[in-house]
């Protein structure tokens, strides 16, 4: 232990330190304790705003740039999937970038010959980086001798993604209709190698998706013509600026061959499996159909798919120990449709699979000593075991033919992969309340057919006696709920005064007032009594209804040990329930525009109505409430910096009045 | 005593950082942190053979990154010219927790990218790469300061003009004049581990 300690205290001192930096993304106070991921000073926890969670450790390898490690998602939709955090990788990084140019004169391996880290990562600054930076801390060899720089080199931001679903059960708008925009968090950084400049951006949705792009910037490759990337030949490149003398000069086309190795860890499963999907054609000409074959790739393989629908082969690794709720295995697959440069032997490659070795690090020229200078090739033709770890290398590949509009500075072009769950969840992982018990076969209709339980005739509550007093029973019915899609249990719990009866059995176990039938006691005498019946089904959204009050006559108790110390409420009235705001806790606009904000506003006793307001620097904007949610339009806010906000909710006649302050982020226009 | 001294470096640079802790702050603080660096590269160093030479021949290798995954280690890489061996060090804690050697040539540093501008700058007849700079700027290119360089590590398959490339380090050059013209460095690259330059002849 003492050695461990010794050692964090000594990286810390290298690695400079994480900032706790103010505002939406790092390390949450919340849930697991920063360390569970066991990289305390690289950890990234960011919540999204649909509830969604993402946390990963994240650093800049000298080598490989932009390096994910210990990735794990939690969704919106909590407990209804799992509770807490599912790993998805364990590591992601760009094993090479291979970069050669047509006229066959020069290739360029950017990862392995020059590196995205050490003195070629790129200082983030205002410009850059929209969201916070995190400081990232390498050896400079720019000073005799080397020595230690920090700089602000990995970029996180919270992006909108734009719509992320949208339902509407009518023909018209006048029905139900279910829409949210979706959120990412983005984690990027620059390298410069020579002209050429790159931004490495992971974008990890709150839908559980991962993007990775590799987005190339700088300059077209300079220099004299004719000369190595400005030459006449215009079969192998593209004519930029004017004729000079006569002579046209064609700026060199180009593949940029990424390469990234992806170690997957669905579930953190010790036994993982990949599976791959080939398509034929079959039927008539009539009426052709597309059959899908699935086969178990029980050994390292590397894949180059051929034949009419070659490119409709994908693959994915799943986890046959972790099952979501319907049973299917979780799984991720990769979605990548880019071309490959067939030239070449290793990036003729369109995915490689082999089973996890610390020491295969690169796709071509591996710099790890334990395994040097192979390539995905051996790592295959060397892997004999079976198939039960799976490293994928995906080789992105995207050819650059230059454009007049490309020069200087180019303007960024992007090649991308995806990696998406696929039954890692039984349902979408941000699906609404209301949807929640749309699971396979069976109809949508909000209205006839609702996920949520919805009380029609509220709670009835009857006595024994003619006039209520001590020892008179009461019994409950639950009233009426819609039963068109599925029956509902019922739970019961009694009021006195809008407070829960409770009391302490004979080993001092609390107790409480539950079951349909409830016996009037003398500390009852002078007071107002409901209950309230909860309708639950599994799958299904519970709700709750409560009864009319029932008065007991006589005069009220004075002494009443257990009281309140203040009854601020009329006794004829149930006290009302408690409401909770919830929003995003930064929201961030632009300076001059209307930001939107969410509101959600919940009960437990039933879903608030009527109105939300924001004040924000003297100004306020009003939202009304549907289904619980509002969305408003925020007032236009001139300065950039730090607004305090403040939401209200104004209460009902059965629900309670509450606030929230979070901040808007006002940004530089 | 060399713990006790690691530690209070550690609290200096926690307490900078922590002060100045704005959003897109640069929290560089070079002298302090530069003292676990030592302890770290002492380490490393430790694990090498004891001829072990850097790119200009000096005692103790060369240091070519470091890598810090934050699970408390630092990965460190250093090349040793006599030998013309890489060799990949753990430090954990002080002490070095696995060491492991190969041929394998990976990204040069800024160090290694001017002692082969040297290399080829230091040569009574300029390579056209020179002569062009003298062409655009005026002046004969005769320093590594004239221009801004980075290199890449430079192999090949064992045959033709630079067939020692691989088991040799050797680099291509990428220098670009003060005024961001790149100057044709496609016609040679540098042996460091000879002090030579390779012709690679006419691109076509």
């Known amino acids: 232990m003492t050695r461990r300690a010794t050692a964090v205290t000594a990286l810390v001192a290298l690695l400079g330190v994480m900032l706790a930096l103010p505002g939406t993304i790092g390390p949450s106070r919340a849930g697991a304790s920063d360390d569970d991921l066991g990289c305390p000073d690289q950890l990234v926890e960011h919540d999204l705003p649909n509830g969604a969670s993402w946390r990963l450790c994240a650093r800049i390898h000298p080598v490989q740039g932009l390096r994910l490690e210990s990735v794990e998602f939690r969704p919106a939709t909590g407990n209804r999937e799992y509770t807490g955090y599912r790993r998805v990788l364990d590591a992601l990084h760009l094993a090479q970038l291979n970069v050669p140019y047509d006229d066959g004169v020069t290739v360029y391996d950017d990862i392995t010959d020059y590196g995205f880290g050490g003195d070629h990562l790129v200082t983030q600054n205002a410009d850059t980086c929209l969201g916070q930076t995190r400081p990232v801390t390498y050896v400079t060899s720019l000073t005799a001798p080397p020595s230690v720089k920090t700089v602000a080199g990995i970029c996180l931001d919270e992006v909108a993604t734009g719509l992320a679903f949208h339902s509407r059960e009518w023909g018209t708008d006048a029905g139900p209709r279910f829409a949210g925009q979706g959120t990412a968090l983005e984690i990027s950084s620059l390298s410069k190698v020579s002209w050429y400049e790159y931004q490495q951006k992971i974008t990890l949705d709150d839908q559980g998706g991962i993007d990775i792009g590799l987005g190339a910037t700088g300059d077209v490759a300079p220099g004299n013509a004719p000369g190595v990337f400005f030459t006449e030949q215009p079969a192998t490149g593209w004519e930029l600026g004017p004729t000079v003398d006569g002579h046209h000069y064609y700026a060199t086309s180009h593949w940029h061959s990424a390469i990234y190795r992806v170690d997957f860890g669905i579930d953190a499963g010790a036994e993982q499996r990949v599976e791959q999907w080939d398509y034929a054609a079959g039927g008539t000409a009539a009426n052709p159909t597309l059959l899908g074959t699935a086969t178990t790739k029980t050994n390292a393989f590397v894949a180059s798919p051929s034949g009419e629908h ?25 979605v990548n449709d880019n071309p490959v440069d067939i030239a070449r032997p290793v990036t003729r490659v369109q995915v490689a699979f082999t089973n996890a070795a610390a020491c295969q690090q690169y796709a071509s020229y591996n710099l790890d000593p334990g395994c040097p200078d192979q390539d995905i090739l051996d790592y295959v033709a060397g892997d004999t075991a079976p198939l039960t770890d799976p490293v994928a290398w995906v080789n992105v590949g995207f050819h650059h033919v230059d454009r007049d509009e490309d020069q200087s500075p180019m303007h960024t072009h992007w090649q991308h992969f995806q990696l998406l769950p696929r039954d890692f969840f039984a349902q979408g992982p941000a699906t609404p309340d209301a949807r929640s018990c749309i699971n396979g076969p069976g109809l949508i209709d909000s209205s006839s057919l609702p996920c949520i339980a919805t009380n029609t005739t509220a709670p009835k509550v009857s006595a024994s006696t003619s006039t209520i007093a001590a020892g008179t029973e009461l019994s409950a019915t639950p009233g009426t709920w819609n039963e068109s899609r599925t029956t509902w249990d019922f739970d019961y719990l009694w009021f006195r005064d809008g407070e829960p009866i409770t009391g302490v059995d004979d080993d001092g176990v609390p107790t409480a007032a539950t079951g349909p039938t409830y016996v009037v006691g003398p500390e009852d005498v002078g007071r107002s009594l409901t209950v309230k019946v909860t309708a639950s089904r599994p799958g299904y959204v519970s709700a709750t209804a409560e009864s009319a009050a029932v008065q ?6 004075t002494a009443q040990p257990t009281a309140e110390p203040t009854h601020q409420h009329d006794h004829d009235h149930a006290v009302p329930a408690a409401t909770v705001i919830e929003a995003a806790a930064v929201t961030r606009t632009r300076a001059g525009r209307r930001g939107r904000l969410v509101v959600h506003v919940t009960s437990l006793a039933g879903v608030p109505t009527g109105r939300v307001l924001v004040h924000v620097r003297g100004k306020r904007v009003v939202g009304r409430l549907v289904a619980g949610r509002a969305v408003l339009r925020l007032p236009v806010l001139q300065q950039p910096g730090r607004y305090r ?17 979070v901040m808007v982020r006002v940004l530089r226009r | 005593m060399k713990r006790a001294t690691l530690l209070m470096a550690t609290v200096g640079l926690v307490g900078a950082a922590a002060v100045g802790g704005t959003a897109l702050a640069s929290v560089s603080d070079e002298r302090k942190a530069s003292e676990p ?29 470091v890598d810090l995954p934050g699970d408390g280690s630092a990965e460190v890489v250093l090349y040793d010219y006599a030998a013309d061996l890489t060799h990949q060090i753990t430090v954990r804690g002080g002490d070095v927790v696995d060491s492991q050697t190969a041929r394998v040539q990976p990204p040069p540093t800024a160090t290694e990218a001017t002692a082969a501008l040297g290399i080829a700058l230091d040569r009574p007849l300029p390579l056209p790469f020179a002569a062009a700079f003298a062409e655009r700027q005026g002046v004969p290119l005769v320093s590594p300061d004239q221009v801004s360089v980075i290199a890449g590590a430079w192999t090949t398959d064992g045959s033709g003009a630079a067939a020692d490339c691989g088991h040799h380090r050797c680099v291509q050059l990428v ?26 002849g006419a691109p076509r």
């Open chain 1, 310 to 334: 070659a490119r409709l082969t994908w693959w994915r690794v799943l986890n046959a120990d972790s099952l979501n709720r319907d049973g299917h295995a979780r799984s991720y697959e990769i």
């Open chain 1, 552 to 557: 007991v006559p006589g005069p009220t108790p």
């Open chain 1, 645 to 661: 906000m403040r939401i209200s909710y104004p209460g009902s006649a059965t629900l309670a009045p509450s606030q929230r302050v």
């Open chain 2, 37 to 65: 660096l030592g302890a770290v590269l002492a380490a490393a160093r430790s694990a090498l053979p004891a001829s072990a030479a850097d790119v200009h021949g000096e005692l103790g290798g060369e240091l070519l990154s």
């Open chain 2, 175 to 200: 220098v670009a004049t003060p005024a961001g013209d790149y100057l044709d460095t496609h016609d040679f690259v540098v042996d460091l581990s000879t002090g030579t330059v390779i012709n690679l």
